[in-house]
């Protein structure tokens, strides 16, 4: 059983930043790791991902904003979001044993989500 668990989420004003860490019990070789959000009446999307060979993939609206990274010897995700908008206003879930970088039906393992809310 692998377990994540997401810290990190907040309130923030626009144009603001946050960093959301994901600590996640055990690795799986050979497999993507990844961001995802979820906004109320919306579906999950993909947010980025790091993909078995250490390369990374992003969604069109996090590229520029968004830098995703792991600390291995701490087992943490992190995403690092700047210049945050209303939009980007969602829960937050990071995910493991995945398939493919953003499709959220690819992914086997996720957490119980952070909030984040940009609002002025």
């Known amino acids: 059983q692998v377990q994540l668990v997401e810290s990190g989420g907040g309130s923030v004003q626009p144009g603001g930043s946050l960093r959301l860490s994901c600590v996640i019990s055990r690795s799986i070789y050979g497999t993507y790791i990844g961001w995802f959000r979820q906004a109320p009446a919306k579906e999950r999307e993909g947010v980025a991902c790091?993909?078995?060979?250490?390369?990374?993939g992003y969604s069109n609206s996090a590229t520029g904003r968004f830098t995703i990274s792991q600390d291995k010897s701490k087992n943490t995700l992190y995403l690092q979001m700047n210049n945050l908008n209303v939009e980007d206003t969602a829960m937050y879930y990071c995910?493991?044993?995945?398939?493919?970088?953003?499709?959220?039906?690819?992914?086997?393992?996720w957490g119980q989500g952070t909030q984040v809310t940009v609002s002025s």
């Open positions: 995910a493991a044993g995945g398939t493919s970088c953003l499709g959220s039906g690819d992914y086997v393992h």
């Open positions: 790091i993909k078995p060979r250490g390369n990374t």
